[in-house]
């Protein structure tokens, strides 16, 4: 079956860098648009950063742009979100999403990871 | 980006009783709209699709309806099991956007 299992998360002081991966198994993940998306406490989920099947796409939102970044390694089924000048309002667990549609993207997610906790405090 | 809100925010229900849930979308989303069940310390798990499409494992009891800006997610008798936040989420235009979420509490 489809399995994603976050990792990174942690505690960094503002200003600072992390980088979370994703692994996925179960299913043919090159074919598939992958998201993260992140929930921070008592707030709604947020999405945050979307790549598509081929990597050839990229979107992200307002809030992280230009900070963070998503790739993927089909090779390794992996996928990536490099997060440079962390602020305190960037901590949440993130959860990476697959997209439920091959290929063209759906945006709405048919399998999350566990999630992974970023905390972001001096 | 469209807002979608959710009512109410917490929804105490004796299990056997119906459960009744609301998402409201800020302009027309079409029947582009899924529900996600959460319970505590895991992640989203996907219910509801194209509105009144059930995803695997979740019984009958479960139920979608609307189209354009309201949305219903009807539960008609509640199990233990069915005690969680559900959040309802568009992705008829980009960003895809998610409501704030009910608690299904026990009454």
């Known amino acids: 079956q489809v399995q994603l299992v976050e990792s990174g998360g942690g505690v960094v002081q503002p200003g600072r860098s992390l980088r979370l991966s994703c692994a996925a198994s179960g299913f043919s993940f090159s074919y598939y648009g992958m998201f993260w998306v992140r929930q921070a406490p008592g707030k709604r989920l947020e999405w945050v950063a979307y790549?598509?099947?081929?990597?050839?796409?990229?979107n992200y939102a307002g809030s992280v742009k230009g900070r963070f970044t998503i790739s993927r390694d089909d090779s390794k089924k992996t996928l990536s979100l490099r997060m440079n000048s962390l602020r305190p309002e960037d901590t949440a667990v993130y959860y990476c999403?697959?997209?439920?549609?091959?290929?063209?993207?759906?945006?709405?997610?048919?399998?999350w990871g566990q999630g992974t906790l970023v905390t972001v405090s001096s | 980006e469209i807002v979608m809100t959710q009512s109410p925010a917490t929804l105490s229900v004796s299990p056997g009783e119906r459960a009744t849930l609301s998402c409201r979308a800020s302009?027309?989303?079409?029947?582009?709209v899924v529900w996600y069940q959460q319970k505590p310390g895991q992640a989203p798990r996907l219910l509801m699709s194209?509105?009144?499409t059930r995803a695997t494992g979740f019984p009958a009891r479960f139920s979608g309806s609307g189209s354009g800006t309201e949305f219903t997610l009807t539960i008609s008798s509640l199990q233990s099991e069915d005690f969680a936040v559900y959040y309802c989420q568009q992705y008829n235009k980009w960003p895809p956007t998610f409501g704030q979420g009910t608690k299904v509490e026990i009454k």
């Open positions: 999403a697959k997209d439920w549609a091959v290929t063209t993207p759906a945006a709405y997610f048919d399998s």
């Open positions: 790549i598509s099947y081929d990597g050839s796409e990229k």
């Open positions: 194209g509105v009144s």
């Open positions: 302009q027309s989303v079409s029947s582009n």
